[in-house]
């Protein structure tokens, strides 16, 4: 175990012994960074704690207390402003140590204005202290695309951007025609009308369907009564709608509460955290987050740091937040949630009956979904690192290689000969370090040369690359050629390898490299006559095999845009008159070849560098085109 801290540094001792007992925050430093923020109710007992004896210490605590060489304070009034100011700085610092919520999801609410006279039904991805009404969230495109289609199918508010005028009544649009919208902006209903209409909304929005369902079946039996039993299927329609949206969410309270459930599940290292959302009584979503280096801390203390940046973040607070465990201040957390709604919060630790019920649902999940995680991560490191052990056991290398290079050469029957170079790093590819090549020496369909030519491109842009940037005290990498491959796989057999061998060795250098010859998917080395065979399922195989077919797709894909663009250029170059700086001005203008052939000699003439006996030009050589 690390000796105490203290006993390192007299800058340390000093501040310890003068440390106050008030409540705020405190930030553990590192050689001038900051690698954790926490806040204490007293900063005198909670900073001293950390170095008076390392043995309560969990493994995560106590590496972060051998790093530790400075630390800072800010004072606070109350235990809730510690707790805001925490959030504070643990978003701007994203500290090391701290639990971080790495999710960028922000999902999307409904947001009704009703500061305005003919509020609309609006999707949004933030929730902000406005004095609008939000509803949601809504996990998933679908599921908010579904209810959106169904509000607007039901009530007939207006869709539409456009400025209210009511002095100024416009004409109204289709949708008021099928009766779809109150026309608000011709005039044609009261604020009071229209706000009603809004309020059934808005109640379908917070999943109270039952009244509704009540007024729209009996709408329908007056219409089918009387006999117009086009309104009666259009009313049917709705409320098969709604019974859909019904079934989908299951009800889990008679009492219609508005409910967030949290749980967390651990496995020593990371800590994967449950929601469920509750709103009037119907579970209506969820969705779990990865914590990492979140495994051994207190279930409370990971469910408030969770609780603080998932609300902060823009998720809408409910009346009442369920959870697996109360952290150490529940008290401060629940008052910090109570100024973000501006409204009452009750922060519960259940222990029987239904919201007991629905906790355990939620730790369930958590527990499934780390499980699902942790596969996903072991199959992930199988295909990648673990591919890259493999390769390096096979082809006797003594470390596994960390940037393994593709190259594939593409050309048609010689013409515009191109290859490719494609980056793998631990086994995920690289795209920003992909590259093209031109082969400029080589004439006709000469894979072999083609290949050493490329070759010997890179390592010597390589070798001149790193002495440029060691000339001015730069490091190796961060250029666009500097960054050298642990591996070269050549796509093709003993032949094309030996080409690109002797290139490298001409470039002065002697990375490890490897031919695949398709037919057989055998690995050749160089100077070695009899090839290797890897078992059809194995991990280094796969790998391989997906860096040698990106390669393949990668100098493909610019070989047909070039064979395009030669195309193009070709038909441009036999009109008189029309030379590269025309062609380029056309084709920038026009964007492709269909839209300039059926351009007219005004249109053509428009383009920027085209005269008017240019475009007539071109206009004449594109109708005879037509004609003939």
């Known amino acids: 175990m690390p000796a105490p801290v203290q006993q390192k540094n007299e800058t340390l001792t000093l501040k310890l012994r003068t440390l106050p007992e008030s409540p705020g925050c405190y930030l553990m430093r590192s050689q001038g960074k900051i690698i954790y923020v926490g806040k204490a109710i007293n900063l005198k007992n909670r900073v001293r704690s950390y170095f008076q004896s390392s043995r309560g210490h969990s493994p995560k605590v106590a590496a972060m207390v051998a790093k530790i060489d400075d630390f800072d304070i800010m004072l606070c009034d109350t235990n809730l402003e510690a707790l805001i100011l925490e959030c504070n700085l643990i978003k701007l610092h994203r500290p090391y140590y701290n639990i971080m919520l790495r999710d960028d999801k922000q999902y999307p609410y409904v947001r009704v204005d009703l500061a305005q006279d003919f509020p609309r039904l609006e999707i949004v991805r933030r929730v902000r202290q406005d004095g609008a009404r939000y509803f949601g969230p809504f996990y998933g495109a679908g599921g908010i695309r579904e209810v959106m289609q169904a509000a607007n199918l039901i009530f007939p508010l207006r869709t539409c951007t456009r400025p209210m005028r009511p002095d100024k009544p416009t004409r109204p649009c289709l949708h008021h025609q099928l009766g779809r919208c109150l026309a ?102 969820g969705d779990h987050y990865a914590l990492e280096r979140a495994g051994d801390a207190p279930v409370g203390e990971v469910i408030e740091r969770f609780l603080t940046q998932f609300y902060q973040d823009g998720g809408a607070v409910p009346r009442e937040i369920l959870i697996q465990d109360l952290p150490e201040d529940a008290d401060g957390l629940e008052a910090w949630l109570r100024a973000l709604k501006g409204g009452a919060v009750s922060l519960h630790k259940p222990q029987r009956g239904q919201k007991r019920a629905l906790v355990l649902m939620a730790e369930k999940n958590a527990q499934d979904a780390l499980q699902k995680r942790n596969a996903h991560l ?100 961060g250029g666009g050629f500097s960054e050298l491959p642990d591996l070269v796989l050549v796509d093709g057999g003993p032949q094309q390898l030996a080409f690109a061998h002797r290139a490298m060795r001409e470039a002065g250098y002697d990375i490890p490299m490897f031919g695949l010859a398709k037919k057989l998917e055998e690995i050749f080395l160089p100077g070695m006559e009899q090839p290797i065979l890897l078992p059809r399922h194995s991990p280094a195989l796969h790998l391989i095999q997906r860096l040698r077919d990106e390669a393949h797709r990668f100098a493909i894909t610019h070989h047909r845009a070039l064979r395009g663009k030669s195309a193009t250029a070709s038909e441009l170059e036999a009109i008189p008159g029309v030379g590269p700086a025309r062609r380029k001005a056309l084709l920038k203008h026009f964007h492709n070849m269909a839209a300039l052939r059926s351009a007219s000699a005004e249109e053509l003439a428009a383009a920027p560098g085209v005269s008017r006996d240019a475009a007539q030009a071109v206009y004449l050589h594109f109708l005879a085109q037509r004609e003939g």
């Open 184 to 285: 608000p902006c011709a005039g044609q209903v009261s604020r009071a009308a229209y706000h009603a209409a809004l309020q059934n909304a808005m109640d379908f929005l917070n999943g109270k369907y039952q009244g509704l369902l009540e007024e729209e079946r009996a709408a329908m039996r007056e219409a089918s009564d009387a006999r117009r039993y086009e309104q009666a299927a259009m009313i049917l329609q709705r409320i098969q709608t709604i019974e859909r949206l019904m079934q989908r969410q299951k009800a889990v309270s008679v009492a219609g509460e508005d409910q967030d459930v949290v749980a967390v599940a651990q496995d020593g290292l990371d800590a994967m955290v449950q929601t469920l959302v509750v709103r009037s009584g119907r579970m209506v979503g």
């Open 378 to 477: 072991q199959s992930q490191a199988e295909r990648t690192t673990g591919a890259a052990q493999a390769l390096a056991d096979a082809l006797g290398l003594t470390v596994p290689p960390r940037r393994i290079e593709g190259y594939d050469i593409s050309n048609t029957q010689g013409a515009l000969s191109v290859a490719s170079m494609v980056v793998c790093i631990e086994g995920m590819a690289s795209k920003k370090d992909y590259r093209h090549f031109r082969i400029k020496t080589v004439e006709g369909a000469n894979d072999f040369a083609s290949m050493h030519e490329v070759i010997l491109r890179r390592f010597t842009h390589a070798a001149k690359e790193i002495a440029e940037r060691d000339a001015r005290g730069l490091p190796p990498d």
